[in-house]
């Protein structure tokens, strides 16, 4: 492996995810995750640097993203390649109006900066909307806790474990 593709094993840490991150995955019985974490020396914040890290396909990379709707938080999940409509999400919902959270909003609610945020393990309880586009795919890649750590896992397990429900939000091109 090159040192832009370690795992946290080869490295011989004990991981190299974010601290709350490990916490979530001891908790969950996952630990054997710890494992397959990928730590990167460049920061992957966004999907398609993430996706070329890693050599994957962009649909698999999963964004973990942070939406207000009616000012209250609620995670969507979706495929790298999409973008989320937030129409479909506010329509899901059954909210007066949706909107992308701040930064603040973000690490208050998760626990994590954007670029890093986790589909699961976060500060807070929060609803989670999973677009089905991740269904597509056998593994998708995902934000351990840092923009600079990602984990593999099927995705109907990962939305599982986030307590998502599967939806269609992502934008349709006309």
Not at 47 to 62: M, N, P, R, T
Not at 87 to 94: C, H, I, N, S, T
Not at 116 to 140: E, Y
Request: proline fraction near 5%; include cysteine; charged fraction near 25%.
């Amino acid at each position: 492996m090159t040192t832009t593709d370690e795992t946290a094993a080869h490295r011989g840490e004990a991981s190299a995810a974010h601290p709350r991150f490990a916490q979530a995955l001891r908790e969950l019985g996952l630990d054997h995750l710890n494992a397959e974490i990928r730590h990167f020396p460049e920061a992957t914040r966004t999907a398609a640097e993430a996706a070329a890290a890693i050599g994957c396909e962009l649909g698999q990379i999963c964004k973990s993203l942070i939406f207000a709707a009616d000012g209250v938080p609620v995670l969507v999940l979706m495929d790298g390649a999409s973008r989320v409509d937030v129409e479909r999400v506010r329509q899901e919902l059954g909210a007066d109006s949706v909107t992308r959270a701040k930064a603040d909003v973000v690490r208050e609610t998760t626990g994590y900066a954007i670029g890093g945020v986790p589909p699961f393990g976060h500060r807070t309880r929060t609803k989670v909307l999973a677009d089905r586009g991740l269904l597509d795919h056998d593994v998708v890649w995902a934000a351990a806790g840092t923009p600079h750590t990602v984990f593999p896992m099927a995705p109907e397990v990962l939305i599982a474990h986030a307590g998502g429900t599967v939806v269609d939000v992502r934008e349709h091109t006309r």
